[in-house]
């Protein structure tokens, strides 16, 4: 858990435990061979099994099995060598078995942590467990006056449902957990991370307490779908606990939606318990038997983790942890950087363009990085150019402009068509600066009174002679020696 002092709301502590669905991506569902993709007409996607109809019976994906296992070598968790399926029985209209397929128990992913920086400040989430389940089916209610449909595509879809402890101590907190876990399914590539389309989707247990208390109660809010109504909706949902409490009324233990247009949350339902669902285990389904040898296997295969990227990345390039971070926000960002930082030998600098110039660029243009109009190598020849004084920090955002709008392709070309040469001919120099020294005698004579605002005066009447193409620095040095 996190080491530093917790915040207080109006005297209280928040205390906040996550739980994320998923969705795995796999070809087909968990359990039957019908197809996971997303927006197809309604109901053309769910089979017998799906449908549950009388005599099928559930097949493992094995594919799901091993994203799971993925996921919890990632986050140093226990992969269990035995898990059992159960079934967790309630009613409603979209779930057609009258239960869903999921773990109780024994899950298949048991333990494990998430670090992230939150500023500066590192904090860990301990995980309780990630277990393997199905989707349900989806209700709609718009399109049909009066009735609802029940669009089965999406039951039987496999989820991995990510359980935290209550290790989180505000909104702020919370986002960057979620933020630090969508990074990792992404990037190991266990889940494609849609959030619109639900493929990653939130429940967020909130509760309150006079710091030193036991845990209050707890209310879950289902569903968030984006991180900026995450951090609001948790926000209105402890204000709403603190009042109550102070105007004296117990908690109840309820589910809640957010409402994004009132900015409030609602109860839906007194929340059930555990005992609610009746689990047992699932007579269809034989437990879940994961070799060692597999999860070698599948360890083998596995990429470079973001966290161990950027220890890399602070380590052989001298990059502060900061940057580290920011550039290993994913692989395809990790590999410019990379890319440019070998080919110019100026990582630092590398960096700061990439966090500057770059994703300034992309985020005006809603673009993701993968879409990046200037390639790794020519960023590498722009930072090159810069470091061997061939062109002013300005003139290169003259160079990369035309680079990022397709006017030019190469670099050195650029340069040349645009006039953007820094002059570094001395002798070229040293006669504007006489000429500018004897064009304004009375600012020399305030500097050697002991001005110093004169002084950057003239250095900017010498880079306006020249153009804007006399390097500063050789100018500095130039002005100070011929005043003495």
Request: charged share 25%; hydrophobic share 40%.
């Amino acid at each position: 858990m996190s080491s530093s002092k917790s915040l207080l709301v109006g005297g209280y502590e928040v205390v906040i435990g996550f739980e994320t669905h998923a969705q795995l991506a796999t070809q087909s569902k968990i359990f039957s061979r019908a197809p996971t993709a997303f927006g197809a007409e309604p109901n053309t996607q769910a089979c017998a099994v799906d449908l549950a109809l009388p005599g099928t019976l559930p097949v493992m994906n094995r594919a799901a099995v091993e994203l799971a296992i993925r996921l919890g070598l990632a986050l140093g968790s226990h992969i269990a060598e035995q898990s059992v399926f159960a079934r967790k029985n309630y009613f409603y209209p979209d779930l057609p078995k009258g239960y869903q397929i999921s773990q109780f128990e024994i899950p298949v992913v048991q333990g494990g942590e998430v670090s992230f920086f939150l500023g500066d400040e590192k904090k860990t989430v301990r995980l309780v467990r990630a277990h393997l389940e199905e989707d349900a089916g989806k209700s709609l209610h718009e399109d049909f006056i009066g009735q609802s449909g029940i669009d089965l595509n999406r039951a039987g879809t496999p989820l991995l449902e990510i359980v935290t402890e209550p290790d989180i101590r505000s909104s702020a907190e919370a986002v960057a957990y979620a933020k630090e876990l969508h990074k990792i399914v992404t990037w190991i590539g266990i889940c494609d991370g849609n959030m619109q389309e639900g493929s990653f989707r939130c429940d967020a247990n909130v509760s309150v307490r006079k710091p030193g208390a036991p845990l209050g109660t707890r209310r879950e809010i289902k569903n968030l779908n984006s991180f900026k109504f995450m951090q609001q909706a948790i926000d209105y949902e402890v204000r709403w606990q603190i009042e109550q409490i102070e105007d004296g009324h117990a908690i109840q233990q309820a589910t809640v939606l957010f409402d994004p247009d009132t900015g409030e949350t609602r109860a839906m339902r007194t929340k059930e318990d555990a005992a609610d669902y009746r689990y047992f285990p699932d007579p269809d389904l034989p437990p879940l038997v994961i070799a060692r040898d597999w999860v070698d296997q599948v360890k083998a295969a596995m990429p470079e983790l973001p966290r161990a990227m950027a220890e890399r990345l602070v380590r052989d390039y001298g990059l502060p942890e900061y940057d580290a971070t920011t550039l290993t926000q994913s692989p395809a960002m990790a590999a410019y950087f990379e890319t440019a930082a070998q080919a110019s030998g100026q990582a630092k600098l590398v960096s700061n363009w990439i966090m500057g110039e770059v994703s300034r660029r992309l985020n005006a243009e809603e673009r993701d990085i993968a879409g990046v109009p200037v390639s790794a190598a020519q960023l590498a020849a722009v930072i090159g150019r810069i470091a061997d004084g061939t062109v002013s920090n300005n003139a290169a955002k003259q160079v990369f402009d035309a680079l990022w709008t397709g006017e030019g392709r190469e670099v050195d070309a650029v340069i040349e068509a645009k006039g953007l040469k820094q002059m570094n001919d001395s002798g070229a120099l040293e006669k504007i600066i006489d000429e500018v020294m004897a064009a304004n005698a009375e600012m020399v004579e305030q500097f050697r009174a002991g001005k110093d605002k004169a002084f950057n005066a003239l250095v900017g009447q010498a880079m306006k002679a020249s153009k804007g193409k006399a390097n500063p620095q050789q100018v500095n040095d130039l002005l100070r020696q011929k005043l003495g």
